[in-house]
């Protein structure tokens, strides 16, 4: 028996991460503390950048329903809730977790543990000075959130006409011993602003903040959206919120421009920062591990014991997008120890098309709904689980089946493990009894059932390649995963050797070149070098390359692609740059000796972005600049070291760095417009107006280094592709838990889809292979049944269906001049059947005959 791997704890990167496991065909189990599953994201209806849901597309087949309802659906996962973890134990053959369920005492051994506790937030009644826990107009922006939602579900405008949101409560404070940035904080309270503004536009919105950290994918773009819809940004630390008992006012005392100002509001939200509970801390020293969260880095490596993993915001404080990469990146880990293995789909025959006998089920249903079903149906059977409704319809010779229950979509999940019972998929009918017009349902369901026809089929079968394109870091480590897991990989790049960018950075040397030797040692890995992709066509299961190397045509076949073609540092942007003297920050380790002799030196942030030409944050300048300053006054310090910058985003731990540096004596200029820099033959001078001060400083530097950020290199892929891009950064399915799926079956990671640490690219790349991994584990496609088709006759190619398909089912055939459906892609949401002026796209569980015999037989 395989033992099962535990995870404990359940929002974004818990479920992320037991989901991916468990479709590998690993047992999970999963620990909550909580009464219910799903961390903070049940609460959080809609989410930045998009302002909509969208948290089943972490799930690794969407689309899907919620994660909490996948879990209860999964085969392979198991969930408790009300748990307390006792202790975890690590054996040479696993760990052995101890926990406490309904009050017993439990003990598991499992192969692995991920600990994926997550955060809770802040108590603002640690805060009195901000009125927090005192005044009912002062709210913790999660539970304003919740007030929010209500109010626009009702229609109703919030009694509030001036709100005020003060950023890093219980972040950034040493006095509460809460060092480090919590990351999300800045961007809710924008999504919170936003959405007032939508549903009560007079409302007046200021947010008090110290640095606006948008560093996420296109929250730049997101934040200055804000600003134009007439949102006040006004940067300053808020000493103190006290009620007027005469008018029940806030008054919200700041600086501005060295003054004292007072300003009177209706309401306060605290944006509430992340608090990692002491149990936890607490478990972590019952393993010998302890936590420093004044630390740049806590913890060195997800796997901080054999077999003992942790992920998401205990690992470092992060959004969304970065818990549910990060889970999957741990899955990678867990499942890299082992072999997916993917079920076996079933293969129906049929017969005869027409189903036979009909049997009519309730599913767990109560006395009420099977008396008035059995009112109208007395042959209706009572089943209790998924084997007594197996048995009933082999006993009974059953063709068809209707079945009636609570939550058709657990059923759908237990009856799909089941193989259906042996039923053809479209000879079942699931009804919630939660309907008016249950009888009448029933009845209709019954009359469809005898319309339907059956058909058998033959999954596709797959060939079991990937093509990889960008030989980068990401491709790489992408190719070495799934070459382990026995997929044959195809590297196409377009230079004359592997390893990309970090080819040129000698400290990553090491690095590359032990993922190079790996490719390239690989039986299952094939490399093209000094190649380009010209043309590709098909789709999941089934694409077709055309590869250009040196005027040699190749043709291939893979299943899937892979692009990381990663990104090419922003050079030559400014008018003073001359490489010499003024260079960018690319270039800082190859000139390190000679720029720490100097006495003087200067680094500009933002140089040439966050504009409204640009308006990108490249997400890892602040950090990198501060991190070489760091190494300078450590080889002299002596030295004088400036940062120009407009926010410093050092977001999660890294927030500890920023403070070291401020320590060590390096000067940060907040500046109100880019700083002038004069580049003469014999020196250079820099002139900056400070923010806040309005105070004018005139440098003289040796050197000037310039935080550029880089460009994807995506004008190729995305013409080529016919791929979306935003800023020149692929645009994912999703941007909020999709972001490494482009198409279904075109996969992304690294530069090419947004800026990011190296580490974060591996990270995404070892995600985006377990994705890819376990849709293709089975090396074949099952068909869906209740999928649309054509009628070729009615076609007449306009393609709006294919243009309104979400899952890029339909596709056009040239030849024929007609549009078609793949049908393993196919999801049969009926949407193509809705825009077909010509009735030719149509749904086979609803066809237009079918469905009007239907009608007839019901009219009489």
Known sequence: MVKPVVVVGSGFSGLSCAFHIAEAGIPVLILEKKDKIGGYFPQLKRQFPTNTCGVCFMHPSYPAYCPYLEAERHSNITTFTNVSIENIINKDEGVEVKYISSGVLHIVEAQAIVIATGY????????????????????????????????????????????????????????????????????????????????????????????????????????????????????????????????????????????????NFDAVILSQGAVIEKNVVELLKKLDIKVDFYEPAPFKDREIQKNIYITGTLFDPMDIPDSVIDGVAVAAKVISKNMITPKDPHIFKVKKQKVGKIGIFLFNCDENIDESIRASFPDAIKVRDEDELSFAISQNKIEGAIVISDDIRIIEAKLKDKNYCGLHLNSVILIPFHNNALVEEVNASLLRLKQVKRNSYIPKSLNGKVCIIGGGLAGLVAANFLAKMGFSVIIVEKEERLGGRLLDIPSRFELINKYIKDVEGHQNIEVFLKTNVKNVSGRLGEFFLQLDSNDEIRKIKVDAILITTGGIPRKNILSYEDGKRVFTTFDFEKRCDEISKSKKIVFIQCAGSRTEENPVCYRVCCKKSITHAIELKDRNPQIEIYILHKDIRTYGFSENIYRQARGLGIQFIRFVKEPEVVNNDDRLIVKVLEE??????????????????????????????????????????????????????????????APNYTEDVIKQAEAVAVRIATKLAARQLSVCFNTAFVNPKYCCGCELCVKACPVSARYMDYEEKIAKVDETLCEGCGTCAMVCANKASQHKVYEHKSMLKTLDIMVG
């Open 692 to 753: 806040g001060t309005n105070s004018e400083f005139v440098i003289d530097p040796e050197y000037i280094l310039l935080s550029s950020g880089i460009n994807p290199n995506n004008e190729d892929v995305s013409r080529i592709f016919g791929l979306d891009t935003v800023d020149g950064f692929l645009t994912p399915y999703n941007k909020k838990t999709g972001l490494l799926d482009i198409k279904n079956g075109i996969y992304s990671a690294g530069l090419c889809l």
């Open 120 to 263: 809770e937030p802040f108590d603002i009644s640690l805060k009195p000075e901000l009125g927090g826990g005192i005044y009912d107009n002062v709210f913790a922006a999660l539970n304003f959130e919740e007030y929010l939602y209500e109010n626009m579900a009702e229609n109703k405008s919030l009694p509030y006409r001036k709100i005020a949101y003060i950023q890093c409560v219980g972040s950034r404070d040493l006095k509460i011993k809460q060092p480090y940035c919590s990351s999300f904080c800045c961007m809710y309270a924008i999504k919170q602003a936003l959405l007032i503004k939508e549903f009560n536009p007079e409302v007046e919105i200021s947010i008090f903040y110290m640095d606006l950290r948008a560093f996420g994918k296109e929250y730049e773009r997101y934040y200055m959206s804000a600003k134009e819809k007439g949102i006040n940004f006004i940067r300053s630390a808020v000493a103190s919120v006290k009620k007027r008992p005469s008018t029940g006012k806030l008054e919200v005392l700041y600086t501005k421009d060295g003054s004292a100002v007072e300003e």
